[in-house]
């Protein structure tokens, strides 16, 4: 047993170590989020939300755009619920199929709406998500010059969506004000797999009430969530250029890169909370409900957003722009941490129970369980407790007003699995970046398994 208190001296001086590397990195990712919440309170907490701009005499006209790959199993019910619930015949919906996936064309064509328009790519699919969307601003240009009457902006969105009825008059009000408009997305909730969903609930809702309203407040790029996106007719043609290629193709984070682009021409995107009828007006949508596809879809986030948007977007911008741009890519330094920290957590635990059987078995004195009373380590990690404190409350109160108070305390255990899934997510992002950076392919469309709820599904109220 005796030979046993050398190899606790090692792992106390072991734990000792990691805990300093580990409260620093907390204590600095802390100190970001603790600037947004002040930031936010002193912004928006106790703001009533302002009035809406008039809607416009002559309302404008809209391109819906949806890219379509492999979603048969959703885009009928998608495409048909929109049609139902917004009647305005000032919208025209363009869904992107590929000649190679013909369930999903039949699905859009029996919908039987003269609204709905599938526009089919020049290729066999799948290609990029934003090869589809270019194919589909193309068909739009076409739809004007064979009819004559310009679209006042595109709305993006994807196969899985439920879009609000109101999200329309929101967008006449807002442009040409605003050069792009996005609306709060909501995650529908998943009773059956509350963990893996609930923690996408927990991100957006924070997310998409308190970040993206800071990120306008501060006058930074508002990046856009790919969908509930609203983006002016006339900006989306400059950024297309002479090809008529407003989407990268070369991006997997294509919309994220939208609000940037759009912010260095000089123009203003925002996140616009509203509520209609004591609703909020958003975009609700299942995301994925196991591990698996969350990992694979957080992989590409990170992998786009964290990667190769370092690669691609730079540090151009004030200092605003430039502690957002250091916020989205520090997702895989706050993964390691955190990951860092349950291992710690973990070396506490091995060397408790092992001075407890030495102790129990040799009676002789052991080392320090991690260090002299002296240090200030231990003032530190309160510290650090108190900050995570503080960030678990704000988690919880952003998912509670969204989702009501018991969701918002399950918002704080559903923190642990989130960091579990965001470290998975990062290893596999270094991974998928390293082999693109070596094989020089272009990306691939990267799609999860889509559902749509059936109808009287209760969703977010906001």
């Not at 936010?40 to 009035?51: M, Q, S, T």
């Not at 969506?161 to 040409?176: E, G, K, M, W």
């Not at 909730?189 to 991100?203: A, K, L, M, N």
């Not at 998912?399 to 704080?412: D, H, K, N």
């Amino acid at each position: 047993m005796i030979e046993l208190v050398p190899v606790l001296a090692i792992l106390a001086i072991l734990t000792r170590e990691l805990l300093w590397l580990t409260a620093c990195g907390i204590f600095l990712s802390s100190l970001d989020d603790i600037a947004v919440d002040l930031l936010w309170l002193g912004g928006f907490a106790f703001r009533r939300e302002r009035p809406l701009p008039p809607l416009p005499p002559e309302p404008g006209r809209f391109a819906l755009i949806v890219p379509a790959w492999d979603e048969s199993a959703v885009i009928g019910a998608m495409v048909g619920r929109l049609c139902q619930t917004i009647q305005n015949p000032r919208l025209r919906i363009f869904v992107g199929v590929y000649p190679n996936d013909p369930a999903t064309l039949a699905a859009v064509q029996a919908v039987g709406d003269d609204r709905v328009q599938a526009v089919i790519t020049s290729r066999a699919g799948p290609t990029t998500k934003a090869d589809c969307l270019n194919h589909l601003w193309r068909g739009v240009l076409a739809h004007e010059a064979r009819t004559g009457q310009r679209f006042k902006a595109v709305v993006l969105h994807d196969a899985e969506d439920v879009v609000d009825p109101a999200s329309l008059d929101l967008y006449d009000r807002c442009i040409p004000a605003l050069a792009m408009v996005q609306v709060p997305v909501l995650p529908i909730q998943d009773p059956e797999t509350r963990w893996v969903s609930g923690h996408y609930c927990d991100e957006f809702a924070q997310a998409h009430a308190k970040d993206m309203m800071v990120r306008g407040l501060l006058g930074a790029p508002v990046p856009s969530a790919g969908v509930g996106t609203a983006i002016e007719r006339d900006v989306l043609a400059r950024l297309a250029g002479p090809g008529n290629a407003p989407f990268d193709a070369a991006s997997l984070t294509e919309d994220y890169e939208m609000g940037t682009r759009v912010h260095r021409l000089g123009l203003k995107g925002r996140m616009v909370r509203a509520h209609v009828g004591g609703r909020l007006v958003a975009t609700r949508a299942y995301f994925p409900a196991t591990i698996d596809t969350a990992v694979r879809q957080k992989s590409r986030w990170l992998t786009g957003i964290a990667l190769s948007g370092w690669d691609r977007l730079g540090w151009d911008g004030g200092l605003a722009t430039r502690w957002m741009l250091a916020r989205d890519r520090k997702g895989l330094f706050t993964a390691a941490i955190a990951m860092l920290g349950y291992a710690v957590a973990v070396l506490v635990l091995l060397q408790l129970a092992l001075r407890a059987w030495v102790s129990a078995r040799a009676g002789v004195p052991l080392p320090p369980l991690i260090v002299d009373a002296h240090s200030i380590l231990p003032g530190f990690l309160m510290l650090n407790a108190v900050l995570l404190g503080w960030r678990l409350v704000m988690r919880a109160g952003f998912t509670g007003a969204a989702y009501g108070w018991r969701e918002g305390l399950f918002a704080m255990p559903r923190a642990v699995l989130a960091n579990a899934i965001n470290f998975l997510a990062a290893i596999k992002a270094v991974t998928r970046y390293r082999q693109a950076l070596g094989s020089g392919a272009p990306p691939e469309w990267g799609k999860t398994e889509h559902r749509f709820p059936d109808a009287g599904v209760e969703t977010a109220n906001g």
